[in-house]
């Protein structure tokens, strides 16, 4: 029984053999041509592959050569005009770049060069820009506090506040949400809300109690306390 079987499924492959054979026989050459577009296919994927690895590569010399040359800036009479002139040289690198870590990250490596020249306005776009670009990136809740940050250094605190609200709605479940609520309590602290500054301090202290910000939501709440001492004293 077992010979008789196994004599079935030799004939069964050898037929599906000859099957492939008579059939690569009659359409040898559209199977051949077939092959050699497959082939063609796969070597334009490797040569593309190959030229955008090597751009992406030549887009990280000249973006590391531009924050080079705006290091050796010393003279400060023509700092900003250095400083504009190397941020427009990055951000045409970063928008002719098609992947790779210019492509990725130039824009918040441009947010980071301007913030720290004052230049809170133009740092603030860069920011958005890049969690508008690449909001699951680990960087993206760095970018949007920092544009919250370069907003509450020019003085719109109400566009602070949204920013940070949009953190939490984004963000609020991250590594970062001890230092998110934590500038929730500060920006609304600012605003004089001392409910929600209260009410947000307090989330730091008893959902991450061995946060660096976990102590300093402590100390602006004895501050927020003594303010609210002082003003009802007044009343």
Partial sequence: MARREIEIQRNIIEKSLMFLKDSFRKNRKAFLYSL???LLAILFIIIGF???DMKATRDLVAFERALDEYQEITDDAERKERVLKTVAELDKLVASSHWGFVNEYGSYIIGNLLYTENMFQEAKKYYLQFVDESPSSFFAPLALQQAARSAEMLGTV?????LYQQLESEYGDSQFA????YNLGRIYGRRGDIFKAREYYNRVIISFPQSLFSEKA?????LLGATDTVQKGRN
Avoid: M, S, V
């Fill in 218 to 222: 402590k100390k602006n709440l004895f």
């Fill in 50 to 52: 190959l030229y955008y």
């Fill in 158 to 162: 109400d566009e602070a506040l949204t």
């Fill in 178 to 181: 001890d230092h998110i609520y």
């Fill in 36 to 38: 050699g577009g497959a």
